[in-house]
């Protein structure tokens, strides 16, 4: 079922981001982020639990993306699921609860990057309607 991230997903959400990424991000940290992105409008944080038991099994995070060159759209930060959940759905449920809250902002697009490295990802990103339009490098300068 798709819901909103809780306070109470930070240790999910960081074993998810561990297992499904390879990012390990302190539980503190990853609480701090969760409450400040949950109260920006420009943040859209959204999980799939368990109907079951309850648990967090995923979710996505995206961030609205405005340009001088295009229309307002989405660009997906994150969407990971949890290993043992993989297969199930999950990921494409996520994307479609994306993808129904861009329409409803009138956006005009979704985008996102994902690492060369990750062909299951891009696999799955092309099953779900998702094409690549861009091959790029990353630069970054850490303070």
Known sequence: ML??????DVNAICEI????LGYSFSPE???????KLSQDSHH?????EDVASHALLGYIHAEVYESL???A???ILGLAVSPQAQ????GKSLLQGLEEEAKRRGYEFIRLN????????HAFYEKVGYTCDKVQKRFIRIF
């Not at 819901?3 to 109470?8: A, K, P, V």
């Not at 981001?17 to 499904?20: I, S, V, W």
């Not at 859209?44 to 799939?48: A, M, N």
């Open 69 to 71: 060159y295009s229309k």
């Open 114 to 121: 994902s690492a060369d490295h990750r062909l299951g990802a």
């Open 3 to 8: 819901r909103d991230l809780q306070e109470t």
């Open 73 to 75: 759209g989405f660009n």
């Open 44 to 48: 859209f944080l959204l999980g799939y």
């Open 17 to 20: 981001n561990q297992e499904a």
């Open 29 to 35: 940290d990853t609480a701090s982020q969760l409450t």
């Open 87 to 90: 297969g199930q759905g999950i």
